[in-house]
């Protein structure tokens, strides 16, 4: 039942919005922004020409690259930051989205692993890989994730839904009911607003004979 429901993926492309950047780089983000791929990857290739150890911008630079469809670029340029640095959390991050566009998804999971060894509490690693386990059919390994992060982060709206839809899915609805109220609490977007309400409307409904 879960392939016809609604979960959300969270998907998040690690780059550098603020900071002491060069004017290229700075230039780059900004094309990023507004989704002006090929104008930010050649401000990216003329930084980093000049700096050619800037692991941020070489990471922003694969950023680029997969937002554009350019994914075995993107791949060089985040395993390029890892050789330099092979603590670099955002590029095993980015290197799992990769793997993901490209329906690799025992690659992406270990993608995912690899940043949570840095990092065990990296929230997007954490959320990504849930959503995966979900997909996959593990189940109890996606539960255990969701129920770990709402115990260190109460209020992350993608793993109150999520969970919630998990816990409906176990017959346990009183749970489920309770964490949508807490979805609902976050002033979620319409869609997930009125996905959640339609959900809890069918959760507390009484029980048919």
């Avoid at 985040?78 to 690799?104: C, E, M, T, W």
């Avoid at 959320?127 to 539960?143: F, K, P, S």
Wanted: aromatic share 12%.
């Amino acid at each position: 039942m879960f392939k016809n429901r609604w979960v959300a993926l969270l998907f998040f492309l690690s780059f550098l919005v603020s900071g002491c950047l060069s004017n290229l780089h700075q230039r780059g983000l900004e094309a990023t922004g507004r989704e002006a791929y090929s104008t930010a990857i050649r401000f990216y290739v003329e930084h980093l020409k000049k700096n050619p150890g800037d692991l941020i911008a070489r990471n922003d630079l694969g950023v680029a690259y997969l937002r554009s469809g350019e994914y075995d670029l993107a791949f060089l340029e985040f395993q390029k930051v890892l050789a330099s640095d092979p603590r670099y959390i955002r590029a095993h991050y980015n290197i799992a989205l990769v793997y993901n566009f490209k329906g690799l998804p025992e690659e992406e999971i270990a993608a995912y692993q690899n940043a949570l060894k840095i990092d065990p509490d990296h929230l997007p690693s954490r959320l990504n890989l849930a959503h995966l386990y979900v997909e996959q059919g593990r189940i109890g390994q996606a539960t255990e994730i969701y129920e770990e992060v709402l115990g260190r982060h109460p209020n992350q709206s993608r793993a109150l839904y999520n969970l919630a839809l998990i816990y409906d899915e176990a017959g346990r609805r009183a749970e489920a009911a309770d964490l949508l109220e807490r979805f609902l609490q976050q002033r979620p977007e319409p869609p997930w607003r009125e996905e959640a309400e339609r959900h809890l409307a069918r959760l507390k409904a009484p029980a048919s004979r």
